[in-house]
């Protein structure tokens, strides 16, 4: 399955399925939990287009459905910005570090998703990544290409696409 970005002119991302017929992650999961995670999806990848445009890249952050259905940011600090160099942060800690403090916490919220930047080597380019997963197992990621047109200097993103994901927060 493929899904496409529609913004209809307004900067909010709607998924749209490229082809219905092959829609079925979301007719294996309850309406709820395909709720929660297109909540996160949607909230991710606009979060961190934004970021982008504004600053040029982001951190890898979090987002958590409360069990309430309220949305919250959760974010921890590179390990070497104590340092206060302008030296690259260790973006594969901070995803770690993000993930242990998910679970550790795993009983305050229903859904989760990690946003952190990729490269996506066989397209040469670099990509949002989303990855949500729900309490009762489902998961579904998706990648967002973005890069910047060669004559405006501008951001650009291609297509959303659909992922592979596994559980990171409900395993023990």
Avoid: K
């Avoid at 999806?41 to 504004?54: D, I, K, P, S, W």
């Amino acid at each position: 399955m493929t899904d496409s970005a529609d913004t209809r002119g307004t900067g909010d991302t709607i998924l749209q399925p490229a082809d219905p017929a092959a829609d079925s992650w979301r007719g294996s999961v309850p309406d709820s939990s395909a709720t929660d995670l297109e909540n996160l999806l949607g909230t991710g990848v606009g979060a961190a287009q934004e970021q982008l445009e504004r600053n040029g890249g982001f951190l890898p952050f979090a987002l958590v459905v409360e069990n309430d259905g309220e949305v919250r940011l959760v974010a921890v600090t590179p390990a070497d910005a104590a340092e206060d160099t302008e030296a690259d942060f260790d973006a594969d800690g901070m995803i770690s570090d993000l993930t242990e403090l998910l679970r550790q916490h795993r009983d305050e919220f229903r859904a989760a998703a990690i946003i952190c930047d990729i490269t996506l080597l066989e397209e040469d380019s670099d990509a949002i990544h989303v990855a949500a997963e729900h309490q009762d197992g489902s998961v579904f990621a998706a990648v967002l290409p973005y890069g910047a047109d060669p004559a405006t200097n501008e951001l650009e993103f291609g297509d959303l696409s659909a992922d592979t994901n596994e559980p990171t927060v409900w395993v023990d």
